[in-house]
């Protein structure tokens, strides 16, 4: 019998979503597609002019910016300095509005990212419709139809997390999607999945890569078929062998998309397999280390259009990536990305041996405050140290939420070991893995699903 309480959560997301001026929105965006640049230019400089004006409005950082507004918006924007993350958590009065305290009806956007630092971006109901119209829009790119069904196969809590028998899944209705639990994707469970799936006969599956990937690893030991027309990825880096299974198992055709939670950026794969950065949704720029625009490889940096509640302005991301040259097989005229090398993250694995997604790791620090830091390493079988680096206001509570967290949003069937540290070590590239495989072959960064089989991981 399905949850009320879900049914309802998904129906209004539904609801609220796909109001009909989003689908007139997604034609309007189709029609740029193939058109000109310079068509997009005058709506490109409206957006930005708007976004600079409100956030010397509401954002003290940029107050200094009244003066100058009538200049050109992307001269501009390129007098600016460049921010991060680290820059958001530790200057909250500077960069958000309100002192940081969100209005009742505002989405609250709330990640860990790559460093396991919580951070929330407030988000206008305007920006979350535009989103939903690109995302359509992308759908569109990979065969998806108005009323066509959708399985889903990410971090959705659909059922709990003790659950042995089936439903190991959530029908929305009022959306057309099918929520598969990725906690419970295992070799006991896929037969019942795999049946499920065939039943409600999705034309396309959204999904982390590794809970794809894994699906189809799963599928294969069992010798189990199941046909779907496209795969759409996300939240993770996409590996081509990751990519190549999924591709031959599900007789699918994978289209990758590069998001993030700070929404600064937005990729869509296309069928001829580039990455194109939509023109409309933000201005992207890649710099090089002196943060320079540069035709190589360099650091995204993003700039939002549509989010007048909390105004994003050159915020770098961890991710390097490259322009790509010339025109696109597929006819379209959006800018796109020769390569893209994002965050890859490591697996964790059970004490039943079965992998655990970097991204499904990341619910257990969402909304736990008072960490600089954090590093999850697995140090033996179905054993994972937590290593946190705590901000003052961190105590025995924070200690039990994040334990919490753990055992109901991501493993019950792992041992735990809080550790509060001074310091986490920074690789050589003065980053540092926030996932770290200490125990698992390492040598074999995705092995297959079951004992000598699998994967699963994530970035939203």
């Given at each position: 019998?399905?949850?009320?309480?879900?049914?309802?959560?998904y129906?209004?997301?539904?609801?609220?979503?796909?109001?009909?001026?989003?689908?007139?929105?997604?034609?309007?965006?189709?029609?740029?597609?193939?058109?000109?640049?310079?068509?997009?230019?005058?709506?490109?400089?409206?957006?930005?002019?708007?976004?600079?004006?409100?956030?010397a409005?509401?954002?003290?950082?940029?107050?200094?910016?009244?003066?100058?507004?009538?200049?050109?918006?992307?001269?501009?924007?390129?007098?600016?300095?460049?921010?991060?993350?680290?820059q958001?958590?530790?200057?909250?009065?500077?960069?958000?509005?309100?002192e940081?305290?969100?209005?009742?009806w505002?989405?609250?956007?709330?990640?860990?990212?790559?460093?396991?630092?919580?951070?929330?971006?407030?988000?206008?109901?305007?920006?979350?419709?535009?989103?939903?119209?690109?995302?359509?829009?992308?759908?569109?790119?990979?065969?998806?139809?108005?009323?066509?069904?959708?399985?889903?196969?990410?971090?959705?809590?659909?059922?709990?997390?003790?659950?042995?028998?089936?439903?190991?899944?959530?029908?929305?209705r009022?959306?057309r999607?099918?929520?598969?639990?990725?906690?419970?994707?295992?070799?006991?469970?896929?037969?019942?999945?795999?049946?499920?799936?065939?039943?409600?006969?999705?034309?396309?599956?959204?999904?982390?890569?590794?809970a794809?990937?894994?699906?189809?690893?799963?599928?294969?030991?069992?010798?189990?078929?199941?046909?779907?027309?496209?795969?759409?990825?996300?939240?993770?880096?996409?590996?081509?062998?990751?990519?190549?299974?999924i591709?031959?198992?599900?007789?699918?055709?994978?289209?990758?998309?590069?998001?993030?939670?700070?929404?600064?950026?937005?990729?869509?794969?296309?069928?001829?397999?580039?990455?194109?950065?939509?023109?409309?949704?933000?201005?992207?720029?890649?710099?090089?280390?002196?943060?320079?625009?540069?035709?190589?490889?360099?650091?995204?940096v993003?700039?939002t259009?549509?989010?007048?509640?909390?105004p994003?302005?050159?915020?770098?991301?961890?991710?390097?990536?490259?322009?790509?040259?010339?025109?696109?097989?597929?006819?379209?005229?959006?800018?796109?990305l020769?390569?893209?090398?994002?965050?890859?993250?490591?697996?964790?694995?059970?004490?039943?041996?079965?992998?655990?997604?970097?991204?499904?790791?990341?619910?257990?620090?969402?909304?736990?405050?008072h960490?600089?830091?954090?590093?999850?390493?697995?140090?033996?079988?179905?054993?994972?140290?937590?290593?946190?680096?705590?901000?003052?206001?961190?105590?025995?509570?924070?200690?039990?939420?994040?334990?919490?967290?753990?055992?109901?949003?991501?493993?019950?069937?792992?041992?735990?070991?809080?550790?509060?540290v001074?310091?986490?070590?920074?690789?050589?590239?003065?980053?540092?893995?926030?996932?770290?495989?200490?125990?698992?072959?390492?040598?074999?960064?995705?092995?297959?699903?079951?004992?000598?089989?699998?994967?699963?991981?994530?970035?939203?």
């Amino acid at each position: 019998m399905p949850s009320v309480g879900l049914t309802l959560k998904y129906a209004t997301r539904h609801w609220v979503r796909e109001v009909p001026f989003v689908g007139t929105r997604c034609a309007r965006l189709v029609e740029t597609e193939r058109a000109d640049p310079a068509q997009w230019q005058p709506h490109r400089e409206r957006w930005l002019r708007a976004t600079l004006h409100r956030a010397a409005e509401i954002l003290p950082a940029y107050a200094h910016l009244r003066p100058r507004l009538g200049e050109d918006p992307f001269e501009l924007l390129q007098t600016l300095p460049i921010i991060d993350k680290a820059q958001l958590v530790a200057q909250r009065s500077r960069y958000y509005p309100r002192e940081g305290r969100p209005r009742a009806w505002w989405s609250v956007g709330k990640t860990s990212g790559s460093t396991a630092t919580p951070l929330d971006v407030f988000r206008s109901y305007d920006s979350v419709l535009w989103e939903q119209a690109v995302f359509l829009q992308h759908w569109g790119w990979a065969g998806w139809q108005p009323g066509d069904r959708q399985a889903v196969l990410r971090g959705d809590m659909v059922v709990p997390l003790g659950r042995t028998e089936p439903p190991f899944w959530f029908d929305d209705r009022a959306g057309r999607q099918l929520f598969v639990s990725t906690r419970h994707l295992s070799t006991r469970n896929i037969g019942a999945i795999a049946e499920a799936l065939q039943r409600y006969a999705p034309s396309q599956l959204r999904a982390y890569p590794s809970a794809a990937y894994s699906l189809a690893v799963l599928l294969k030991q069992q010798g189990l078929s199941l046909k779907i027309r496209s795969v759409l990825t996300s939240s993770e880096a996409l590996l081509p062998l990751q990519r190549e299974l999924i591709e031959q198992v599900l007789g699918a055709r994978v289209y990758d998309h590069y998001g993030m939670a700070e929404r600064i950026a937005f990729g869509m794969q296309c069928g001829a397999g580039h990455l194109h950065v939509h023109p409309l949704y933000s201005h992207v720029e890649i710099v090089d280390e002196q943060g320079r625009p540069t035709r190589g490889p360099g650091q995204v940096v993003g700039t939002t259009f549509h989010n007048l509640a909390m105004p994003l302005l050159r915020y770098q991301v961890d991710d390097v990536a490259e322009w790509g040259e010339g025109t696109c097989a597929c006819g379209r005229s959006y800018p796109w990305l020769r390569t893209l090398r994002g965050r890859a993250s490591d697996l964790l694995y059970d004490a039943d041996e079965q992998p655990v997604t970097a991204g499904v790791v990341t619910f257990a620090f969402k909304g736990v405050p008072h960490l600089a830091r954090a590093q999850v390493v697995q140090t033996a079988p179905g054993t994972w140290q937590v290593r946190v680096m705590p901000l003052p206001g961190y105590g025995p509570e924070t200690a039990r939420q994040l334990l919490n967290n753990f055992r109901t949003l991501v493993s019950d069937r792992v041992e735990l070991q809080l550790q509060v540290v001074d310091d986490i070590a920074v690789q050589a590239s003065g980053k540092y893995k926030w996932i770290d495989q200490a125990w698992y072959g390492r040598q074999a960064p995705l092995p297959a699903c079951s004992p000598a089989d699998d994967t699963a991981r994530e970035a939203a």
